[in-house]
């Protein structure tokens, strides 16, 4: 019969054999499993159709780009020096404004080119004109825009994008002139909405949300074209 004594010795014998085999045992190995990355989609070749379509969609925008170019240097050159005459008065430089504004959308509407192209160079390049000539830029943004909202109204524009590319106009053109882009923005926005509003309550609501749009946007354009090099502009001094 086993003493209590030898009961105990038994079990530290097994317990000392279990830990000498443990210590004995290979390390089990920790096994990590890594996802595997997901093949990127290929893009489908285009054919003889599609490829014709695409060349012509990039010469068709590359036109787009040239013709808003053009007529910001027009109205930047045009804007300029109407306002570099010595003792000309605030209400003349609205005035001036407003006819540089409403001929360029007359011209889009006879020529039957595009609306906001023709208003957002016009925009930048007027707005660009009142800082080279030493001007109140924050009424001079107030005026471009009204004017553009109004004046497209009356050949049946809708006033969201009219709006939209008067403000992208503005700030990219203070932007490069070394304005205050925001401020100039801002005075914009006011005015379409007040212009708007004028208009129709319809009127009022689509150019509430391009307002939103571009108040959550004008950084990122300051930003870009603050990165940007500034263009040289030959031949041109600043007014004195």
Known sequence: MATPATTTSKKATAARRRVAGDARAPARRRTTTTARAKPARKVPALGAVGSAVRAGVVDRLKA????????????????????????????????????????????????????????????????????????????????????????????????????????????EGATEAGANAVAVVNAGMKSALAAASDISALAAEAVRQVVVGSAQGIAEVVKSHRAAPAPRRAGRGRAP
Request: proline share 1%; net charge neutral; aromatic share 0%.
């Open 64 to 171: 787009l780009a040239a013709l808003e170019s053009e007529i910001a240097r027009l109205s930047r050159g045009a804007v300029a020096e109407a306002l570099a005459v010595a003792g000309i008065t605030a209400r003349e430089v609205t005035a001036i404004l407003r006819d540089v504004v409403a001929g360029a959308i007359e011209a889009a509407g006879r020529a039957g080119s595009e609306l906001t192209v023709s208003v957002k160079g016009v925009a930048k390049g007027a707005i660009a004109g009142v800082h080279d000539a030493h001007r109140d830029l924050i009424r001079a943004a107030a005026t471009i825009v009204k004017t553009a909202i109004a004046q497209a109204n009356r050949i049946g524009a809708e006033a969201g994008p009219v709006a939209r590319s008067a403000l992208d106009g503005i700030g």
